[in-house]
């Protein structure tokens, strides 16, 4: 089952964008730890790296590989080869390698610096935050033939997920402030993977006293087991079904 | 060997392929000829199972295809252009078949993986071949198993004189094991040494599938493309590639 998706990890490692992001990621994650006194006010500023260009750069640079294995898939394809496994490894192969870019960038500084449980926490929201955006750009560069088209749906569904999402929350929220909202805003957090991911490593840090009754809920639900596994699960149905539903197109397409 | 029935295949709104029914067996060579765009690359890639088609079924060996992949062991195939991953070198992309394919290294046919001197360029990545070079490596790739089906799209073209007769030497060869070998080409000088049938498209649709020698008797030509510009003007008077044909054929070459 391994044999393609070695050849692929080779592929993706000569192309050095994947080496590049890792020192990225391993020189601000050090630097931050370095400058800042204090650990948490680092993580903070981590977190902010997690949630924002992480997202991105799988996003961008799993369509890229994608449009750019192209050939390499019709290859596969004329081979004694199912679809899925041809699919699956190369998912594999792109989220093995983000993985372990953001394992050696993130992971190695925040073990080092800050083994605690807001550590583990950013750690977790990282891992499952790659997993999930490689997933939605697979999906975004299977349905669509065109790569230039691919690359901009990929691009908007980031702003989507990391920019316009809060502000339309934020909206909801005002138009109805006079109602009990505790709830539904947990709700909606769980429809934007990035969006539970800041929450959840929120509620690990010292931060979260300052955030009054909203904060003191959510505290008691993402601080209990329930909440791990809520988050957890959450995670992995933002994962696997953008995933399917890729291999489904996957599986229909003309090359 | 394999029996084609009733293929339809829309791609948008044009019609690519439509009631297309044959049955090719082995110990016969097939010509697939037609005007570009004819669908001759999509029937191909139908029974390679790349283009899935809207109605109608390929069975390879009795079995149909879309049920395991393991069919495409019998198969090698030759595309049009090949393409391959760009950081990949050529002796690993051969490394890389054999494990995909795990086939005993007795059954490897090296004839043509020698005589196109690959051994010379196997530590070259694939990105700084020509075009020719491409399709030496696609040539022996497609002979390395020695497949009992051999699917060839357009092999000589872009192949310099002694290469090409290298190749047609070999396809002589295979011929003889009693294998069957589906050509494209548009050079029919190349073909009619080659074929024992001729399956003539146009517009998606079969126009004749006859045997070489019935189809010299019925037009009282020898020149496979003399015979097959006579028999597209006397039964598609309009047609203007058989006007071209025989224009180019005073000159003595073919476009």
Not at chain 1, 100 to 108: L, N, S
Not at chain 2, 156 to 182: C, F, H, M, R, V
Not at chain 2, 191 to 201: A, F, K, P, Q, R
Not at chain 2, 217 to 228: D, F, P, R
Request: a neutral charge.
């Amino acid at each position: 089952m391994l044999r393609l998706p070695r050849y692929i990890v080779y592929d993706i490692i000569r192309n050095k964008v994947i080496i590049a992001y890792t020192l990225f990621l391993f020189i601000s994650a050090f630097s931050m730890f370095r400058m800042e006194e204090n650990g948490s006010r680092a993580m903070l500023s981590l977190l902010n790296i997690v949630l924002i260009v992480l997202p991105l750069v799988s996003l961008m640079f799993t369509t890229i590989h994608y449009y750019n294995s192209y050939e390499f898939i019709e290859l596969m394809l004329s081979q004694p080869l199912s679809r899925t496994r041809i699919f699956l490894s190369e998912y594999l192969s792109v989220a093995l390698s983000l993985l372990g870019a953001f394992w050696i960038g993130i992971g190695i500084p925040v073990l080092l610096f800050s083994p605690d449980a807001s550590g583990f926490a950013l750690l977790f929201t990282g891992s499952a935050l790659t997993l999930v955006f490689t997933s939605i750009a697979f999906l975004a560069a299977v349905r669509s033939k065109d790569k230039a088209r691919g690359i901009g749906i990929a691009l908007l569904l980031w702003f989507y997920f990391a920019l316009i999402y809060d502000g339309i929350v934020l909206l909801i929220l005002f138009a109805f402030s006079d109602y009990p909202m505790e709830k539904f805003t947990l709700l909606l957090s769980s429809l934007n993977p990035i969006d539970l991911g800041r929450i959840f490593i929120m509620l690990q840090m010292d931060v979260s006293a300052l955030m009054g009754y909203t904060g003191a809920l959510y505290r008691d639900f993402f601080g209990s087991v329930t909440g791990l596994l809520f988050t957890g699960g959450i995670m992995v149905l933002w994962i696997f079904i953008p995933l399917l539903l890729a291999l489904r197109s996957f599986k229909k397409k003309d090359m | 060997m394999i029996r084609i029935n009733y293929i339809n295949k829309k791609f948008r709104k044009a019609q690519v392929l439509e009631d297309i029914t044959a049955d090719f067996d082995c110990g016969q060579v097939i010509a697939l000829i037609g005007p570009n765009g004819s669908g001759k690359t999509t029937l191909i890639k139908t029974i390679l199972g790349m283009v899935k088609p809207d109605s109608g079924t390929v069975e390879v060996k009795g079995k149909l295809i879309n049920a395991d992949p393991h069919y495409r062991n019998d198969i090698g195939y030759m595309p049009q252009i090949g393409r391959y991953p760009d950081n990949m070198k050529v002796g690993q992309l051969f490394t890389m078949m054999k494990a995909i394919r795990q086939v005993d290294d007795s059954r490897i046919d090296n004839d043509l993986f020698l005589k196109f001197n690959i051994p010379s360029i196997l530590e070259k990545p694939m990105r700084t071949l020509s075009g020719g070079t491409r399709q030496k490596v696609s040539a022996a790739l497609a002979f390395l198993f020695d497949p009992p089906i051999l699917i060839l799209d357009e092999p000589t073209a872009g192949l310099d004189p002694l290469s090409s007769e290298i190749l047609k030497e070999k396809i002589l060869l295979e011929k003889s094991k009693n294998k069957l070998i589906l050509i494209t080409s548009h050079i029919l000088s190349d073909l009619e040494e080659l074929t024992t049938h001729v399956l003539y498209l146009q517009e998606g649709k079969i126009q004749f599938f006859k045997e070489l020698e019935v189809l010299q008797e019925e037009t009282g030509e020898i020149k496979l493309n003399k015979a097959i510009a006579r028999i597209m003007k006397g039964q598609l008077p309009d047609s203007d590639w058989g006007e071209q044909l025989l224009l180019v054929n005073k000159d003595g070459k073919i476009l």
